[in-house]
């Protein structure tokens, strides 16, 4: 026998949600990208760091907000989606006015980078370096190659400036993270419109149990 329906269903996973750790790491990267490479009293660099903010904190208040009101956590998720869509243009812009070349969804670079699965933002500085310095010199030609974190097995050096590196990396990373929230949306959508909300679970909460005798 299936149990009853909850009132407020569980709720507040958000740590778990891949959607959630890839765009805390677009946050970190972002904060060290800006940091280094905008002034720190322009309103550009505190812009830059409120939309990757925004971007982890309504994925989490959106998740916690669940147990009673989906619509909400489908608001805040979309917020979440509008907000790393501008963090988005604006390393477009960043590249775009420096006159550096923004690499194309199938560069070899980003691929190394999303495949490295990398977990933090040192991670992330570590496949900058690599990139920009090409793969190390091996004394034996014979020798495999390494297999780590952040492996950059056929990385070569193009003479990229790191911040050009390291703008594409966080497009990468903030490329990911869109397409896992547009799936969320998605699924999010498409449950509330089947299932409703909180005052369409309490109706049948209360009919379950009206009819149970209890």
């Given at each position: 026998m299936s149990e009853p329906e909850k009132l407020i269903p569980p709720h507040?996973?958000?740590?778990?949600?891949?959607s959630f750790q890839i765009a805390q790491?677009?946050?970190?990267?972002?904060?060290?990208?800006?940091?280094?490479?905008?002034?720190?009293?322009?309103?550009?660099?505190?812009?830059?760091?409120?939309a990757a903010r925004s971007g982890v904190q309504n994925i989490a208040e959106g998740s916690q907000a669940s147990g009673t009101s989906k619509k909400m956590e489908l608001k805040l998720t979309s917020v979440t989606r509008a907000s790393l869509e501008e963090l988005r243009?604006?390393?477009?812009?960043?590249?775009r006015h420096r006159g550096l070349p923004q690499w194309p969804r199938e560069d070899a670079r980003r691929d190394e980078l999303i495949a490295a699965r990398p977990a933090t933002a040192e991670h992330v500085a570590e496949w900058v370096r690599a990139v920009h310095d090409g793969p190390p010199v091996r004394n034996n030609p014979d020798e495999s190659e390494k297999v780590g974190p952040m492996s950059t097995?056929?990385?070569q050096s193009t003479g990229s400036t790191y911040a050009e590196i390291s703008a594409n990396g966080a497009l990468a990373l903030l490329a990911v993270a869109c397409s896992l929230l547009d799936r969320q949306i998605a699924t999010l959508e498409k449950n509330f419109v089947e299932e409703g909300g909180f005052t369409e679970r309490l109706y049948r909460v209360r009919s379950a149990r009206r009819n149970s005798g209890h």
């Open positions: 507040g996973g958000y740590r778990k949600l891949k790491l677009a946050y970190d990267v972002t904060v060290r990208f800006c940091d280094r490479y905008i002034q720190k009293r322009s309103r550009t660099h505190d812009q830059r760091v409120q243009l604006d390393y477009e812009d960043f590249l097995g056929s990385t």
